[in-house]
């Protein structure tokens, strides 16, 4: 499960999105004449900076909210804010999808939705994306890219739902049309269920896709235009924390007014007003911090030559890592997260399904889910890179796979040992929601800062190119293959949890692989930090 708090940062496949906006190619660092400047003018960068230095008796101020000057805070504001109801919308809908979907469907639905749907519907809007993008003006694409998800999330609530057993065919009838016996398992099942509850299969698709381009195309995209470099260093983990009071507030909008709905149609219906008006705060702040950075800027900037980032085909990415075992390593580090946290994630939301089977239940479990991870995001983003300071690279870079394999113990134990009993139940539960959380705070706290350091000490085409293969390695493998692997077990054992056993042999395979990755690369990236520092001497 993606959490609202992955926004935070620029995830891979929202980099890769990222890479089709359109941007004027820069030339080498002179002054050039412009008549709005839009990252910020040198005047602003430097009389912020220069009053960020000068108010160091404040050490907890500028700890705190480094941001100095009316027009800082004031951009700053505007900016964030369009980050924060980014990230409400993202929170909002994707906890719904993941209860129309489990309650409906099963939690084994989302391992075929994310190959059969979400993986087609993602490069169909990024064809469309990169043609519109060659075709609109800046401003018109960012509207004509935020606009039509908020559309559809709006006429599904009044027109799709309400009319949902007219326009989809029940179950009866779809194991009638394909000949299916009543007592069937296995995949066909579950294809049936989502040919049944084609709505919520769309919804899940539609709200998938929003998640990544709203963060990365909607946010980041135009946050990296605005903001100078000077600034981004001050603005950026600001912008993390803004980011991560939204789940919080999102979660218990669902836990204490939407969820307490009579039905999950009003619930619904609840939901979607404060979607909708968070899109309309996303258009407004985008209009309001656009018509602020042109009137505040002046008339002469620094250009800097910015490095455009390689695009790679699949195989050109397998052949540049084959070349580098570096750079294999690293890509081991991501594809473990990947698989490892995906194989979790699914097994857990299918014994919430069994625990809450109510989709007003499931919702506000998923409610203080959110608000808790928002809550533990914000705290370890704030205190995470201490962490990585005390402990060193390499023991950062393992305490991820370490943490995931000392919490997974007494989680697969519960399931394996059964949980047909509600009291084996409710710990089966709480231990998979312990698991996860503190998984993906490790990734936030420790993987994430890890593995961006350790592109630091390679040349430029590595890292460049390097990056660039990754992420097209990481971002379909990580998911797909994660994806595709449950599916083939849930072939063989009819459903994820009677597949618990093999899944746990499979999961601490890769866990295992991750860690010796994780300690190659630490020896590796210690001799090259050293070789490093003995060249810059």
Partial sequence: ???????????????????????????????????????GSSNETNNGAKQYNQVGGSAIRNALFPIHGKEEVTKFLLIGSIKFFVILALTLTRDNKDTMVVTECGAEAIAFLKIYGVLPAATLFIALYSKMATLLEKKTLFYATCIPFFVFFFIFDAIIYPNRHSIQPSLATVHSMFRMQSDAKGASVIFAKLFANWTSALFY????????????????????????VQQAKRFYPLFAQMSGLAPILAGQYVVRYASQADNFEESLHRLTRMVTFAGVMICSFYKWANDFLERNNTVTREVQTKKKKAKMTMAESTRFLASSEYLRLIAALVLGYGLSINFTDIMWKSILKKKYPDPLDYQRFMGNFSSIVGLSTCIVIFFGVHAIRILGWRMGALATPAVMACLALPYFSSILMGVDQPKALHIAVALGTMQTL?????????????????????????????KAAIEVLGSR?????????????????????????????????????????AHRLGILFSAKTDETKSHKR
């Fill in 1 to 39: 499960m993606q959490v609202a708090a992955e926004g935070n940062f620029p995830t891979r496949n929202q980099k890769l999105m990222a890479n089709l906006k359109p941007h004027s190619s820069v030339t080498a660092s002179k002054m050039e004449p412009v008549k709005r400047v839009r990252g």
């Fill in 205 to 228: 698709v539609v709200a998938e896709v929003y998640s990544s381009v709203s963060v990365g195309i909607l946010f980041w995209q135009f946050a990296n235009d605005v903001v100078s």
């Fill in 438 to 466: 503190l998984s993906k705070t490790a990734k936030y706290a420790l993987f994430d800062p890890t593995t961006q350091m350790a592109y630091i000490p390679l040349d430029d085409e590595s890292k460049v190119k390097g």
């Fill in 477 to 517: 493998i990580g998911k797909s293959g994660g994806s595709l692997i449950q599916q083939g077990l849930v072939m063989i054992f009819g459903d994820i949890i009677s597949a618990a056993p093999a899944l746990t042999v499979i999961y601490y395979c890769v866990l295992v692989w991750w860690a010796y990755s």
